[in-house]
């Protein structure tokens, strides 16, 4: 079965940095889009950023645009998410998730698999 498993959250202090990693078991990797998604405490779910199967294409929501960057390696079966100049607003549990589909998108609707999520906090 499918299985996505996050790391690299924690706490960092604004203007600091993070990356994110979701390694992915059970599927195709390179045949797959990918995305992040967070959520904050009394928030709804909102998208961050995808990737396409081929990594040639990426979205991102537009208050990460410039500071965030998805990446993928599929030799590793990997997504990463560089996380840059965090602000206390990006304080959120961070989930990756999976499309079957090689077209990336910001709708998570589309996405059929998640991870556990990992927390990212940033202080003020």
């Known amino acids: 079965q499918v299985q996505l498993v996050e790391s690299g959250g924690g706490l960092v202090q604004a203007g600091g940095s993070l990356r994110l990693s979701c390694a992915a078991s059970?599927?195709?990797?390179?045949?797959?889009?990918m995305g992040w998604f967070r959520q904050a405490p009394g928030k709804e779910r909102e998208s961050v950023a995808a990737?396409?199967?081929?990594?040639?294409?990426?979205y991102y929501t537009d208050p990460v645009k410039g500071r965030f960057t998805i990446s993928r390696d599929d030799a590793r079966n990997t997504v990463y998410l560089q996380m840059n100049s965090l602000k206390a607003e990006d304080t959120a549990v961070y989930y990756c998730?999976?499309?079957?589909?090689?077209?990336?998108?910001?709708?998570?609707?589309?996405?059929?698999?998640w991870g556990q999520g990992t927390q990212v906090t940033v202080s003020a």
């Open positions: 998730a999976l499309r079957r589909a090689r077209l990336a998108t910001l709708s998570g609707p589309e996405y059929s698999f």
């Open positions: 990737i396409s199967a081929t990594g040639n294409t990426a």
């Open positions: 059970g599927v195709t990797f390179s045949s797959v889009a």
